[in-house]
């Protein structure tokens, strides 16, 4: 296996390391569905859309299959990304470092981590899993940490490691919920009761915190509207379990 050669799903946004495979490891597509790194960065750019005046939403442009929205938070110390985009785009700004929420998607992460010097952090736990396998890691956290004002607290659920992380009034979750018309739905992808134990108690876990906005798998939320369909998810849960 030549570990130089990457390619990308345009289905889904998956990058696999090595040979070209059959079949995309994360959406089963076939091998028309892929481009080289080099053709993919031809075709995709990363696009930067505000969220306020210090972070920014992350996504290949044009849409690349259901990529993954990345984030970038400017602390005024550092540049650090929650998650990572599927193109490979050398005209974004350097960044210290790549945090990630889980392994699903860890796009173009070693590429950008040889190309800017910069560290890539996982959970331990979504380190071992076989998305994760010919990835670069610097560090593997296991429980809460803070960096340059990001706060990160692994909750598991959807997968093992799961992360959400906090930065000021903004929280990202990537895909632990996500909106499926005007209500939440847990990620129907993983552990289905333990996702559901441990987002029932999120709103306990974000009580206290004096957040305005969240940054999801696709875009971002007024707290007050995503919290809202959190507690009505979770108040559907809970109708459901006393029946």
């Not at 997968?159 to 895909?175: A, K, S």
């Not at 108690?201 to 919290?227: F, G, M, N």
Request: net charge negative.
């Amino acid at each position: 296996m030549n570990i130089s050669e990457q390619y990308v799903c345009t289905a889904c946004g998956f990058n696999a390391i090595g040979s070209m495979p059959k079949r995309c490891r994360f959406c089963g597509a076939t091998q028309e569905s892929f481009l080289s790194t080099e053709e993919c960065s031809a075709k995709y750019k990363v696009q930067y859309t505000p969220v306020n005046d210090k972070v920014k939403r992350l996504k290949s442009f044009p849409n690349l299959g259901y990529e993954h929205a990345a984030y970038q938070i400017e602390t005024g110390e550092r540049v650090i990304w929650i998650d990572c985009p599927s193109s490979f785009d050398t005209s974004v700004a350097p960044m210290d470092y790549i945090l990630f929420t889980h392994s699903d998607f860890l796009g173009a992460s070693n590429l950008y981590r040889q190309h800017f010097n910069s560290q890539v952090w996982i959970h331990q736990r979504d380190a071992v899993h076989p998305n994760s396998r010919l990835f670069s890691f610097d560090r593997l956290f296991e429980d809460n940490f803070q960096i340059s004002g990001v706060e990160a607290i692994p909750i598991g659920g959807h997968t093992p490691g799961f992360t959400i992380y906090l930065f000021e009034d903004v929280l990202f979750v990537c895909d632990f919920v996500y909106s499926a018309g005007d209500r939440l739905v847990w990620n129907a992808y993983s552990n289905k009761p333990k996702t559901r134990l441990v987002g029932q108690k999120l709103p306990d876990l974000l009580k206290e915190r004096a957040i305005s906005t969240v940054c999801d798998v696709s875009d971002a939320w007024k707290y007050k509207i995503w919290k809202k369909m959190l507690d009505e998810l979770v108040d559907r849960e809970a109708s459901k379990s006393e029946i």
